[in-house]
């Protein structure tokens, strides 16, 4: 625990099966540079999209067990998948963000006509979370789900700005641009990083919905409640990486998406959560 | 064990990481109706493309452990990820196939110019395993790799005569015809179903070198030497399909795969094998 009253230095953590949850870091990072972070990347047994919702349970709950062993402040499921069998608020005493709640709540405040698409993997459009949390929020929206199970892998081969992957996102998404859907939720955290191609299938009037940047809004509005006490790091904040499989193309990838936003120290482990 | 010297009706055992190995599974059934068959997919813990290989050769022998508690006479590896790290021919008593090494055999049978490509996933490309065993039995030969890391999803889109697929494996594939090779590995268990894509792009008379296909006649061998023996079910041979974790999309698929090839009974049974 911090002894200083008005500070706490604790590292926020923040849990993926993969890579994913890594554009979610970067919008904490971006909104928060004085904060300390450790990411638990869960490489040994992603991806949780084609899993069941009791494995992704028992696996989000050990993640969060490890979190709190590395005596994280707050815990951030940056993860639709685990986001939709992690629905507790408070995880050992520490405040728990999902993606699932912020995200609807920032899509239903853009909307204007109440059209709304959910994208995400096969698991996510399964347990329609977000069509729930967005009815719950505004009953009277039309939810449109949609799933496209190859928008993992395009982003992770680094096809952000490619005819292939226009072609694909084209497919899976012209009947949404046909239902004139105003605001999209990108609703797996891989999916920031093909906003070109998804926004050349809508449009630049269409709200595009960042699970990143909807988490970070939310963690603002808990610091400034002081629900979550902040850190007074200055130009010495520290990332850790934890992997539970060593990877070389998830060093190099968060290697090359967070080194625009961290000014600090990146380690990178090799860990055991079971 | 079998009570009939000349018979052994216990069931081959296959395992693989996922899906990928029904198409080993169907060239067996193909190959051999009369026997009987227990198929393990480690859906729980797919895919293993992307794990370290401590953790592929620690998941393989869980694998092998339930096949063998299972009592079945054989054991085929239908996963090439789990293929690089399981060398040894027997396990536990039975013996033991990987896809590597009949796959590499009839690659060098086929070719006639020298000149082989194989194709897999990232680590079974970065393994190296169908290179170094083509370069042993065939010192001369030039073997050209390429790692497809969306093959895969394709196949699982079931995309396999489509497009996009067809663009996909032009850019994968396309230095690989300018090398002029006549023989390409297929050294992933997915890749079969994208046969069509694949052809698109060599024209016709390159040989495709299917993992199934190359192990069934690997398996003959030993029926026709005694070293395995065969089943004498006429009419009534059985397929158990059992799952790590349980996946409708993996039943409809296998059901679509094996229905035209399989005459007896299919089960699934979810699992565990830790």
Redesign the interface.
């Known amino acids: 625990m911090s002894l200083d009253n008005r500070a706490d230095n604790r590292p926020i953590g923040v849990f993926d099966s993969?890579i994913g949850g890594i554009t979610v870091l970067r919008e904490l990072v971006k909104a928060f540079p004085n904060e300390n972070y450790i990411y638990l990347g869960d490489?040994?047994?992603?991806?949780y999209g084609?899993?069941?919702p009791e494995?992704v349970r028992k696996y989000s709950v050990q993640n969060m067990k490890y979190l709190v062993s590395r005596d994280v402040k707050a815990i951030v499921v940056a993860c639709n998948t685990a986001s939709t069998q992690v629905t507790e608020s408070m995880f050992e005493g520490r405040p728990v963000y999902n993606v699932i709640t912020p995200g609807a709540d920032l899509a239903v405040k853009k909307t204007e006509n109440k059209r709304i698409a959910v994208l995400g993997t096969?698991a996510t459009i399964r347990a329609g979370s977000y069509t729930k949390k967005i009815k719950e929020l505004m009953p009277e929206a039309q939810v449109f789900a949609q799933a496209c199970?190859?928008f993992?892998?395009?982003a992770?081969?680094a096809w952000y700005e490619d005819p292939?992957t226009n072609?694909?996102a084209f497919?899976y998404l012209q009947n949404l641009k046909k239902a004139e859907v105003d605001t999209v939720v990108l609703g797996c955290t891989h999916y920031p990083l093909l906003k070109a191609s998804i926004r050349k299938v809508f449009g630049n009037y269409v709200h595009l919905i960042d699970s990143g940047e909807a988490i970070s809004q939310e963690l603002a509005a808990d610091f400034d409640r002081d629900h979550v006490k902040m850190a007074t790091n200055v130009d010495k904040s520290y990332l850790v990486v934890a992997l539970t499989?060593?990877?070389e193309?998830f060093e190099n990838l968060s290697n090359e998406l967070l080194c625009t936003v961290m000014t600090g120290q990146i380690d990178f482990e090799t860990v055991s959560v079971i």
């Open positions: 993969g490489t040994a047994r992603l991806p084609s899993k069941s494995t096969r199970p190859l993992v892998p395009l992770e081969e292939v072609i694909i497919r499989d060593h990877s193309q």
